[in-house]
């Protein structure tokens, strides 16, 4: 997304993903980053009394800063589960943190707290096991370290993500709403403690409907 663009638009919210790079360049270094996040704000909506409406620009830092060309790059989630250490799971936050603030990026789309229950899927990386007290503690942690640097963060994707049906990645998960709450729902509430600023709609399906189309899941239960 092109500051230009965002302006014309009057665009919010920019998501960096993989692939997105200031110029396009994969190679951009830091102060090229601070050089967009300084363009997106001079480009941002402007009211007729002055107030300046700042958009706010998140980026997929899910295991350090990993767009950015010599950032740190941490295991991902399924490697850091596996250590079982919280206090490990915090200072990489505030790692990565510092290293998202250096180039102008106020918000993170981290952490994942999927519930991985079948091997088959192919994000398991993404999650830091199948049990939902460690997800949720390691949840938490991360979340306190982002925090403790300034940045926002946000708890993906609710809900059901790790629990599909034979582990089909954007598939449908079929159960009960109980069996949709425990483990999936509890390894919640590490994050919901911590108070987290965002949350992500998944996009996976409950019982055949897209979670991003569900009042039950978005209205009523989050």
Request: charged fraction near 20%; avoid cysteine; aromatic fraction near 10%.
């Amino acid at each position: 997304l092109s500051p230009s663009e965002l302006k014309r638009y009057e665009i919010g919210a920019i998501l960096n993903g993989g692939g997105s790079y200031p110029n396009k360049s994969k190679r951009a270094e830091p102060s090229k980053w601070l050089d967009l996040a300084d363009a997106y704000y001079e480009a941002s909506v402007v009211l007729e009394d002055g107030t300046r409406i700042a958009p706010i620009w998140g980026t997929d830092a899910v295991h350090g800063h990993n767009n950015v060309y010599g950032a740190t790059i941490f295991p991902h989630n399924i490697g850091l589960g596996a250590t079982g250490d919280p206090d490990l799971v915090e200072r990489i936050g505030v790692a990565t943190a510092r290293e998202v603030k250096a180039t102008g990026i106020p918000w993170v789309f981290a952490p994942t707290v999927a519930v991985a229950q079948d091997y088959r899927w192919g994000r398991t990386y993404e999650s830091f096991g199948s049990d939902a007290a460690s997800v949720s503690a390691l949840g938490a942690a991360l979340v306190r370290g982002f925090e403790s640097e300034g940045l926002a963060t946000t708890a993906k994707h609710f809900l059901g993500d790790g629990g599909t049906l034979a582990g089909v990645d954007q598939g449908n998960f079929v159960g009960s709403k109980e069996q949709l709450l425990t483990p999936h729902l509890d390894a919640y509430a590490g994050v919901f403690n911590e108070d987290v600023p965002s949350v992500m709609a998944s996009f996976n399906s409950w019982n055949g409907q897209k979670a991003h189309g569900s009042k039950a899941l978005l209205n009523d239960l989050l």
